[in-house]
C-alpha cells in the first residue's frame, strides 16, 4: 500500500515538473542582423520569451526570440515575403510601418485582414519604394505587446550611394519603457485603463536593455536609426558631448542635414542621425526633458582612433537633390485652404463618480485647460506625474473629429483620388479637460508637414506620423499615391485600442 502511495506521489510531483517546465519560456536571444534580397522570404514568429527586467526574470514577447526582433536589411525598390507565425496566446498582424506596401498586406485588422489566431499564419508580401527606417509591430493588443517586446526594424538601403553621408557604422536605436511594480512587469491583457493618458513606463529599455552599452572608437561617426517604440512616452534624445548630425526622418532623408542639440520624438516617429565620438571618454545617451534628465544608455569611445575617419564629411551638410526635387512638386499646395479638418477631442463619455486627488479636473467639475499648460512644458505631457487610471475606465475616450462632417473616429468615410494632395489641417485643443499631444498616423502614404500654428515649415523631410503638441494646429500636406482602405489614427497604443482611428479610401 505504502509503495502505491509513493509511486502516485511521485507521478504527481514529476507530472507538475513537467506541466511548470512546459509553460517556462525560452531566454531572450540577441537581435540578428537578417539581409534579405529581392524575391526572398523570411520566417517571422512571435512567441513568449524570458528576459531579465529590473533584476527579475520576466516573461516577455519576442520576434524570433529577440527583443528587438530581426533587424530586416533590404535595398531600396526590393519586394520580399515575411510569413508572421503567432505563437501567442492572442490574436496577432504584422503592421509594417511608414512602408508603402500593397493595401492587403498592411497589417491593420479589421481593415486588411482578420486577425491571426493563435496558431495561425499570415504571408505578408512587403515592396520597400523608399530609403531610410521603417519598423515593424503589432496592429492588435500593441498597448501590451508592443512594449513586452514585439518591435523590430526594417532598414532599407538606398539605391543611390550618395544618397546618406558616409558613416562607420550603422545600428537601430529602439526606445521604449516598461511599467514595473515591486519588480513585476504590470502590463495586463485587454486593460482599458490608460485609455485617457496612455501609460507610461517606468523602466527605460533601449535596444531592449535596461543598461544599454556600446564602444566606438575615436573619432567614429556612428548612424543610429532612433524609432520611438514606446507606447505613449515621448523622447527628446541628446548625446552631452558629441555631435548630433540629423540627416533622415520617418521616411527618408532630410532636404539638408543638419546639427542638434537633441531630436524629439513621438511615438512611432523616427530619426535619423550621425554621431561624432570625437575623443575618447564616456558619453551618455539622454532622454532630455524639461523636468528631467534620463540615462538611456552609455557610449564608451576607447583612445584607439578609427581607421577611416569620416571627419570631413561629418562636418559637411549635405543637400539632397532628390529629397528637394520630389518635394517641389507639393510645395503649391501648402498656401491653399485645408480640404480637410480634423480636431482631436475627448468623448463625452460618461464621467466616474471617483476621479481621485491630482486630476486635472476643478472641483466645480470645469476643465483646467489653461493653468495644465504649465505642467506640459512645450504642450507635451512627458510622463504621468498624475495617476487617473480610474477615469478611463469610465468611458472618456479620445475622438477624431472631421469638422465638415460631424463625423467620429470609424464613422469618417474618406474617399482620396490618387495622386491628388491634399491639405489636412489637424486641430489639438489647449481647453479640452486633458490636453497631450498625440502622433497622428497615416497607413501607406507619406506626407509633409507643412505649417505648425501657421509657421511655414522648412527643410522638409517625408513622414508617416505627425505629434501634434496640446493646443497646436498642423498643417499636412498627404500624397495619396497608394490606393486601397487605410486607417489613420493616433499612435499612442492606449488611445488607439480606445478608437481613436478612422478609416479613408485611396482611389
Ligand atoms: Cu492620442
Redesign the pocket.
Known amino acids: 500500500m505504502k509503495t502505491i502511495l509513493y509511486a502516485v506521489v511521485v507521478i504527481v510531483v514529476l507530472g507538475a515538473i513537467y506541466l511548470l517546465a512546459g509553460t517556462t519560456s525560452p531566454t531572450v536571444q540577441n537581435t540578428q542582423l537578417v539581409e534579405l534580397k529581392d524575391g526572398d522570404t523570411y520566417a517571422l514568429t512571435a512567441s513568449y520569451v524570458t528576459k531579465v527586467v529590473a533584476g527579475k526574470a520576466q516573461k516577455m514577447l519576442a520576434y524570433n526570440g529577440s527583443i528587438p526582433g530581426p533587424t530586416i536589411k533590404v535595398s531600396q525598390g526590393a519586394e520580399v515575403t515575411i510569413n508572421l507565425k503567432n505563437e501567442t496566446d492572442l490574436s496577432a498582424a504584422l503592421h509594417s510601418h511608414g512602408v508603402r506596401m500593397d493595401n492587403p498586406f498592411d497589417g491593420a485588422p479589421p481593415v486588411t485582414q482578420k486577425e491571426i489566431a493563435p496558431g495561425e499564419s499570415f504571408s505578408y508580401k512587403l515592396k520597400f519604394p523608399d530609403a531610410g527606417i521603417y519598423w515593424y509591430h503589432p496592429h492588435v493588443h500593441e498597448a501590451y505587446e508592443q512594449p513586452l517586446g514585439l518591435y523590430g526594424a526594417f532598414v532599407v538601403t538606398p539605391n543611390d550611394a550618395n544618397y546618406f553621408p558616409p558613416v562607420n557604422r550603422e545600428m537601430p536605436l529602439f526606445l521604449s519603457d516598461i511599467p514595473v511594480e515591486n519588480g513585476k512587469i504590470t502590463l495586463r491583457k485587454n486593460d482599458m485603463s490608460h485609455a485617457l493618458m496612455?501609460r507610461y513606463g517606468n523602466v527605460f529599455l533601449t535596444n531592449g536593455e535596461e543598461h544599454f552599452s556600446l564602444e566606438a572608437s575615436a573619432g567614429e561617426v556612428v548612424r543610429f536609426y532612433v524609432v520611438n517604440a514606446a507606447t505613449t512616452r515621448p523622447f527628446n534624445v541628446a548625446i552631452p558631448g558629441a555631435t548630433i548630425k540629423v540627416v533622415g526622418g520617418d521616411n527618408g532623408a532630410y532636404e539638408k542635414a543638419f546639427f542638434t542639440e537633441s531630436v524629439l520624438l513621438g511615438p512611432s516617429e523616427r530619426a535619423i542621425i550621425d554621431v561624432l565620438f570625437e575623443k575618447a571618454g564616456s558619453y551618455e545617451l539622454q532622454n532630455k526633458t524639461p523636468n528631467a534628465v534620463y540615462v538611456l544608455g552609455t557610449i564608451v569611445v576607447r583612445t584607439d582612433a578609427v581607421a577611416t575617419p569620416y571627419t570631413a564629411q561629418f562636418a559637411a551638410l549635405q543637400e539632397n537633390k532628390a529629397v528637394q526635387q520630389s518635394v517641389a512638386a507639393f510645395l503649391t499646395y501648402f498656401g491653399k485652404a485645408p480640404d480637410k479638418k480634423l480636431v482631436?477631442a475627448l468623448g463625452s463619455g460618461m464621467m466616474p463618480a471617483n476621479i481621485g486627488h491630482g486630476s486635472h479636473m476643478m472641483p466645480d467639475g470645469s476643465a483646467m485647460g489653461g493653468p495644465l499648460m504649465s505642467q506640459n512644458p512645450g504642450g507635451i505631457e512627458w510622463e504621468d506625474t498624475v495617476m487617473m487610471d480610474q477615469m478611463s475606465a469610465g468611458g472618456v475616450a479620445?475622438k477624431i473629429v472631421d469638422q465638415d462632417t460631424g463625423k467620429v473616429n470609424m464613422d469618417i468615410d474618406w474617399t482620396l483620388k490618387r495622386d491628388v494632395p491634399i491639405k489636412i489641417r489637424i486641430e489639438n485643443p489647449a481647453a479640452s479637460m486633458h490636453p497631450?499631444?498625440?502622433?497622428i498616423h497615416f497607413h501607406g502614404q507619406r506626407f509633409l508637414v507643412a505649417y505648425r500654428d501657421g509657421v511655414r515649415q522648412t527643410n522638409l523631410v517625408w513622414k508617416d506620423t505627425v505629434l501634434v503638441k496640446a493646443g497646436e494646429i498642423v498643417d499636412i500636406i498627404l500624397e495619396p499615391s497608394n490606393p486601397g482602405v487605410w486607417m489613420a489614427h493616433?499612435?499612442?497604443a492606449e488611445?488607439?485600442e480606445a478608437g481613436?482611428m478612422f478609416m479613408f479610401r485611396v482611389e
Open positions: 496612455g482631436l479620445w497631450m499631444q498625440h502622433p493616433c499612435h499612442i488611445h488607439l481613436m
